[in-house]
């Protein structure tokens, strides 16, 4: 333990400030994917395993945000959002104009994924 974890979020350093609001944005990514499980799909192994990744990225971002770390998360959200947003384009397609849950989730996930790459840009401009 160090005493930045002992403090309260208001008197953390602005790295290690950004670093747990990302570590938020990572889990709360974590639990769109579970929330977008389909017990009827295979796929939905798939969307366990997504939710499994974001979590070695949040408890890194959580405990000790180095330079390494907000590369590593920003490499992996890069990736999520190419991938993400070619899904949503396809399920967009096939939805004509109706607006499903998995829909509303997918574009939370989104923006979601949008922020940690924002919040790694300003951590990178802090170093």
Known sequence: MTALDDAPL????????LGKVAAGF??????????????????SLLMVGMALACLPCAWHLWRHATPAVWGTTAAVDAG????HAQMLTMVTHHAHGTASPQ?????????????????AGAAALRR
Do not use: E, F, I
């Open 80 to 83: 999520m959002l190419a991938l």
């Open 26 to 43: 990572a889990v709360a990514s974590a639990v769109v994917h579970l929330l977008l499980l389909d017990a009827a799909s295979l796929g």
């Open 103 to 119: 829909h509303s989730l997918m574009w939370t996930g989104l923006a979601l994924v949008t922020s940690q790459l924002v919040l």
């Open 10 to 17: 208001g008197a953390l350093p602005r790295a290690a400030l």
